[in-house]
């Protein structure tokens, strides 16, 4: 099988005006970033407003391994198979970070014979979203630190800027810096540090703001600072957001592209949901549903960080819900859960894929928590034997009674998740609940934090630490209280532990530290060891990139 790169380059694409067209967006509403992708102009998402909405679904999955899973091969793949039986879909997904991209993840652009593409366009430089975030950002921190150095007039204490600066990459050595030094000419020294774009406020601002104007309001209630009697400081008290939101103008509307069958796909935004909220952006989201009849869309790791968030905060602060949700497993994986070396996944093993059930179990059980319909796909890898799709498909029958379903896109495109789309077409229109949150917006912070912690996660107990648990004070203090949390924490097990897979229960959740994003509108509550800066692996994707004798990229994947 060709590798995902030469089954992209193969594919010959369609003018982005034709997959326009398909959707009903003129020419004069595209800015085309050359033949195969174009920002939707802002008038004309404007224009859709009075439209109704189509059915929203939402893709999520088990807990990730290194086996792999494919949720956003599966959200391209049923986006096609949808169109397949002739309903007229969108997709919505986040764009790629340049730091997994060149670390250990890869790129984000789906698989196989269900990519989004051109797929070299989408993981590297894009249209330059992701440059202009960390331009309004640095711009943001330049702008601090030169009201202190001229005249403070708004006695910003050095000692509590909390505005760190951002960079798209995975660069340990930017975690802690010390910045300003080399004299008076340079400012007042202090400790400072980097995150990666994507654990930006601006990204998280960007991707839950509804326009223009609500983007710069947002923008204008991001706490950066503390003065010396204990008052927050705003970007907007420094006069940072006008100049911003021009940074971001062009950035703010939604990437159309396409998937190998032609199909629209709406790329735009992309926080982590280890580290924030991870879903795309509201705009395009909304864009999806006005256009389609269905739109759908991922929500990042597993359910219990990017399906939680995406319902908790996303869903929350838009009104959006989704008719129906599709948890992603495969074979491989569970196994894994199961506690099969990844070395030994391609033998047959029903009773480690028995054992790693639990964990797709209790992500199904979650997912239901909510009031919402769940259907399992289940990604198929060429080493699963039947016998083991049997007993996984007779598994979620029996013991929890959702249907799942052998899904083939990456080998044959929307053909292979025709099934697929069947069960969620019937799900999404069948009846449907109210949604419910897993906490009200009413509660104590702590009572958030430990509400996912003991019903998502399992677990026994939660232990803030002093620390955190004054910030938490002051957040409610300050009248940040109703806002929904954000657990920052490892994606690969339900416990703050990345070694502890399965479903553990009982365990512990630790939570260090506390981040208030009051312009995202939620608390950030850092889990265990989880770092807001990623570091490279001791072989990054990075090492085998590079450009071929042609001039054509290698290596990328």
Wanted: charged share 20%.
């Amino acid at each position: 099988m060709p590798s995902d790169i030469e089954i992209a380059r193969a594919a010959t694409l369609k003018p982005i005006a034709h997959v326009a067209e398909k959707l009903g967006v003129p020419d004069d509403a595209l800015h085309n970033y050359g033949k195969h992708i174009a920002k939707i102009d802002h008038g004309y998402i404007a224009s859709l407003e009075g439209r109704p909405d189509g059915k929203l679904i939402l893709v999520t999955a088990i807990s990730p391994t290194p086996a792999g899973e494919g949720k956003t091969t599966t959200t391209v793949g049923l986006g096609d198979a949808l169109n397949r039986i002739g309903k007229k879909a969108v997709i919505a997904l986040r764009e790629p970070s340049l730091g997994p991209c060149f670390g250990m993840k890869g790129g984000a652009a789906g698989g196989g014979k269900s990519q989004v593409v051109p797929m070299e366009q989408i993981n590297l430089h894009f249209t330059g979203d992701f440059h202009a975030i960390t331009s309004a950002h640095s711009l943001a921190a330049a702008l601090i630190d030169n009201h202190v150095y001229w005249t403070n007039e708004l006695n910003i204490d050095v000692r509590r800027i909390f505005w760190r600066r951002v960079v798209d990459m995975n660069d340990r050595a930017l975690r802690a810096i010390n910045q300003s030094l080399g004299g008076v000419a340079n400012g007042f020294p202090r400790e400072d540090g980097f995150d990666i774009t994507v654990a930006s406020e601006v990204m998280a601002v960007f991707c839950l703001a509804k326009d223009l104007a609500d983007l710069e309001e947002r923008l204008g209630k991001i706490v950066i600072a503390e003065t010396r009697d204990r008052k927050l400081v705003t970007l907007k008290d420094v006069k940072a957001t006008g100049a911003m939101t021009v940074l971001l103008k062009d950035a703010l509307q939604p990437n159309l592209v396409q998937t190998l069958e032609g199909n629209p796909a709406l790329i735009h935004g992309g926080p982590f949901a280890n580290i924030a909220h991870g879903c795309n952006s509201v705009i395009a989201t909304r864009t999806a549903l006005k256009l389609g009849e269905y739109a759908v869309t991922e929500a990042g790791f597993g359910a219990d960080l990017g399906a939680e968030k995406f319902l908790d905060i996303k869903c929350r602060q838009t009104g959006l819900k989704p008719s129906a949700v599709v948890i992603v497993a495969t074979v491989r994986a569970l196994k894994m859960h199961g506690g099969v070396d990844k070395k030994s996944l391609g033998s047959e093993n029903i009773a480690a894929l028995e054992k790693g059930f639990a964990n797709l179990e209790r992500h199904v059980a979650n997912v239901r928590d909510f009031g919402l319909p769940v259907v399992v796909g289940v990604n198929h890898f060429h080493a699963d034997t039947d016998a083991e799709h049997d007993a996984l498909k007779t598994l979620c029958r029996d013991r929890l009674g959702v249907e799942a379903i052998t899904c083939k896109h990456w080998a044959d495109g929307g053909a292979g998740a025709e099934g697929l789309a069947q069960a969620v077409v019937k799900l999404a229109e069948g009846p449907q609940q109210p949604l419910a949150y897993a906490y009200e917006s009413e509660a104590k912070l702590s009572d958030k934090i430990n509400a996912i912690a003991t019903k998502l996660y399992g677990a026994g107990s939660v232990q803030i630490e002093s620390k955190a648990a004054q910030k938490l004070a002051s957040f409610e203090k300050e009248g940040y209280g109703h806002l929904p949390v954000c657990m920052a924490k490892t994606q690969y097990s339900f416990s703050t532990d990345p070694g502890l897979m399965g479903a553990p229960s009982g365990h512990v959740i630790a939570v260090r530290d506390v981040r208030l994003s009051a312009g995202a509108g939620f608390v950030v509550a850092i889990c265990g060891e989880i770092m807001t800066m990623p570091g490279l692996p001791k072989v990054p994707a990075a090492d085998t990139i590079r450009l071929d004798a042609n001039g054509q990229i290698d290596g990328l994947f």
